[in-house]
């Protein structure tokens, strides 16, 4: 079956530096969604992407996050400046067409911030 | 209140049982439900959907919805130890939404 993939798995970082988790959504998939899960806590919606642009993003996502589709195959997430609160596992997503009900899930990146 | 809920458990059965996890929602404009599987240090995996009230059955795997009192409920019969992990119940007002998860039910099926 095919699979989102994410890189890196793990990624550890200072407060205050940036960070750019990827992502590479499955091939014939033209929606992206991020999410979030802080450890013991439920997973949470972050922004969703389509056609080269936000469709939907969360009150989590403030000024600090970006994402972008820099080429035809990645999906990229940027934190600009890290707080200790962001360290979380984060989820990329994918999905064919809007229509569809399954979501596809990468298996992470857990993200710890120092 | 919470959009979704769920009892965080764990939920410890015997090899064999049927293990029944349930979910309560607020909000009556979700229109879908599903349920993933999410095993430790993985993604969400999604295993059910519907999108009405009633029963909707997939080999081991039955989810029920009562829109009426907003109760959603996934019933694995037959458990082996390989179905133990967290079970996230996830709503949607309309497909390609956003997904409204619970916090997870955490099953154990023991040998």
């Known amino acids: 079956e095919p699979e989102v993939t994410q890189t890196p798995s793990h990624q550890v970082t200072q407060m205050g530096q940036e960070v750019i988790l990827r992502c590479v959504p499955i091939?014939?998939?033209?929606?992206f969604y991020w999410y979030r899960q802080i450890l013991g806590q439920k997973v949470e919606f972050l922004v969703s992407f389509y056609n080269n642009e936000i469709s939907e993003k969360s009150e989590i996502f403030d000024d600090q996050f970006s994402v972008e589709r820099p080429d035809g195959s990645n999906f990229t997430l940027k934190i600009r400046s890290t707080k200790l609160e962001d360290s979380a596992m984060y989820f990329c997503?994918?999905?064919?067409?809007?229509?569809?009900?399954?979501?596809?899930f990468g298996s992470g990146t857990q993200l710890s911030v120092l | 209140q919470k959009e979704v809920e769920q009892d965080p458990g764990p939920l410890s059965v015997p090899e064999g049982a049927i293990v029944s996890l349930n979910c309560t929602y607020s909000n009556s404009a979700f229109q879908y439900f599903m349920w993933y599987r999410q095993y430790s240090r993985k993604g969400p995996e999604l295993l059910m959907y519907?999108?009405?009230?009633g029963n909707k059955e997939d080999g081991r795997f039955t989810a029920q919805v009562d829109k009426s009192s907003k109760y959603i409920s996934l019933f694995i019969r037959d458990s082996q130890p390989s179905d133990s992990a967290t079970y996230l119940c996830?709503?949607?007002?309309?497909?390609?939404?956003?997904?409204?998860f619970g916090g997870g039910t955490r099953v154990l099926v023991k040998p």
């Open positions: 091939s014939n998939h033209l929606y």
């Open positions: 997503a994918s999905i064919r067409d809007r229509g569809e009900e399954k979501l596809f």
């Open positions: 519907t999108y009405s009230s």
């Open positions: 996830a709503n949607i007002k309309a497909a390609g939404n956003k997904l409204t």
